[in-house]
């Protein structure tokens, strides 16, 4: 193997001559080689992603998802805390939120989900999976943690020509830097990611107690997962797919929206269509009163406002409960008047509340002259 100082110098030299400022997978795939196993190279993703984590919380400063992929990833790799299977659990409750992001802060998203992606099958880059290069025709889910981190802080895709050239050979250069200090003390941190340093209003209070895991809720999902199936074949009948997914948000001024959709093999997003009347129950019907069961449970916990459930073809399921992550709540249950609406059909304890609803909750119409309505959002 090449020695590190003199392959360190070589490839320096590729990044000061590059005219886009990038340092190649081809090129790259060799300094990854001294890390010598998937963990080791996982831990300079991990660092990538802390590199630019700055970006991404000037444009998201309360966002806790970010906050505990990093956490989680860091308390794995480097503390051996947890198990990689969470890691298959993030990529699928964050996927579409973080698909959804634009520019720089999109680019930091989807380096989280290849993050997220490559801790849960242990594939860090290796020469063995180094088989296509980086480039304008391939697919994001190609691309590795470390290139959507170089397109984050350089403002672009090297490929298209943006961003700044020499913020991407800056970028470049941290990184052979801290590989080799990866290398030389592969059980510190380059990077220290200190929530307690990280201004955000993320909530603060104990774990909820509420579950889904009782017999007769998760009957209930069960019967979901039948009939999205059922909905599914027979919209589809030879259909070969990896997952589905259900998104539900449950308001009690706007309603319930409920959205199915399967994957195929190739990952295409497809609508299941909502082609029967089922003679009993409907799916968001279901749903809602899950809602309801699991508030019952411990109502000062209050109640959830969205779901995202993935199945897989094997009808094993991963489902997320969003109750006050306000980064990851839909445009319309951010409305004021349908999270106020929320709060007085469920109220809760204000040990349960975030500190961003406090304001929303304070914003009550005058009922006559100075007197103000008394709501009764919490308990006593």
Not at 145 to 164: K, L, Q, T, V
Not at 234 to 259: D, M, P, R, W
Request: charged letters at 25%.
């Amino acid at each position: 193997m090449e020695n590190v100082q003199l392959l360190s110098k070589r490839l320096l030299q590729i990044i000061k001559e590059s005219e886009n400022g990038n340092l190649p997978l081809k090129d790259r795939v060799f300094i990854l080689n001294i890390l010598d196993n998937p963990d080791s190279v996982n831990k300079l993703s991990l660092e990538c992603l802390k590199k630019v984590y700055h970006i991404w919380d000037r444009e998201y400063p309360n966002h806790t998802a970010m906050i505990e992929i990093i956490n989680k990833a860091n308390s794995y790799l480097y503390h051996n805390i947890g198990d990689e299977k969470a890691f298959k659990h993030l990529y699928d409750v964050y996927y579409y939120h973080f698909l959804s992001k634009n520019g720089t802060a999109g680019a930091i998203g989807m380096s989280a989900l290849t993050l997220c992606n490559c801790i849960a099958c242990r594939s860090g880059l290796t020469a063995e999976n180094c088989k296509c290069e980086e480039n304008n025709a391939s697919e994001w889910q190609n691309w590795n943690p470390d290139f959507h981190a170089s397109i984050a802080y350089s403002g672009g895709n090297p490929f298209f020509m943006e961003g700044d050239v020499n913020k991407r050979k800056e970028f470049w250069i941290w990184y052979i830097d801290t590989a080799i200090q990866l290398y030389d003390n592969p059980g510190k941190p380059v990077i220290d990611f200190s929530t307690s340093n990280i201004k955000t209003t993320r909530n603060t209070f104990s774990p909820r107690i509420q579950s889904c895991e009782t017999g007769f809720i998760k009957e209930k999902l069960g019967k979901i997962i039948d009939m999205t199936f059922e909905d599914m074949l027979y919209q589809e009948k030879h259909v070969n797919f990896s997952k589905i997914e259900i998104n539900t948000i449950c308001l009690e001024l706007a309603g319930v929206f409920h959205e199915a959709f399967f994957h195929d093999t190739r990952n295409n997003k497809v609508k299941i269509k909502d082609v029967r009347e089922w003679p009993s129950e409907r799916q968001w019907v279901i749903m809602n009163s899950i809602k309801q069961d699991m508030y019952k449970q411990n109502p000062e916990e209050g109640a959830w406002i969205e779901s995202q459930m993935i199945i897989h073809p094997d009808k094993t399921y991963n489902i997320h409960f969003i109750y006050d992550e306000y980064e990851l709540l839909s445009k319309i249950a951010r409305n004021h008047e349908n999270l106020l609406e929320e709060f007085k059909v469920y109220p809760r304890s204000r040990q349960y509340t975030p500190e961003w609803c406090h304001s929303i909750l304070g914003m009550q119409p005058q009922i006559s002259g100075n007197e103000k309505q008394t709501p009764s959002y919490f308990f006593a």
